[in-house]
């Protein structure tokens, strides 16, 4: 596929959220689901990062969609300001979005 200067507005990425379980051996309960980010080109990646907002301030601008969030009953969770802003209280959540906007944001993504 050959690389196209002119870029989309967004891009997407899978997100894996790394949560502490209730097991007897400790071990870690992990869940995916896709995020859309806002691109931003370098110098506004540059600007963000030199900004030095909180994370949670900066994904509640970066994140404008996702996929494959449940609430508890099993139903898919629409996008919106609700849900993002209560998405955004959960630690594990914002590191696994920042994560993935960073990793899709400089290249480092890859195909498995």
Not at 50 to 56: A, T
Not at 75 to 84: A, G, H, T, V
Not at 94 to 98: K, P, S, T
């Given at each position: 596929m050959p690389y196209v200067l002119t870029r989309r507005t967004t891009f997407t990425m899978q997100v894996t959220?790394?949560?502490p379980g209730n097991?007897?051996?400790?071990?870690?309960d992990e869940f995916t689901f896709v995020a859309e980010f806002k691109r931003y080109d370098g110098d506004q990646i540059e600007a963000l990062l030199?900004?030095?907002?909180?994370?949670?301030?900066?994904?509640?601008d970066l994140l404008v969609g996702w996929s494959?969030?449940?609430?508890?009953?099993?139903?898919?969770?629409?996008?919106?300001?609700?849900?993002?802003?209560?998405l955004?209280?959960?630690p594990p959540a914002?590191?696994?979005?920042?994560t993935a906007f960073l990793q899709g944001s400089?290249?480092?993504a890859r195909k498995n």
């Open positions: 959220v790394s949560e097991s007897a051996d400790g071990s870690i030199k900004e030095n907002k909180p994370v949670r301030a900066a994904l509640q494959g969030l449940h609430d508890e009953n099993g139903r898919e969770l629409p996008f919106n300001d609700s849900y993002r802003d209560a955004l209280k959960i914002v590191v696994g979005l920042w400089s290249g480092a």
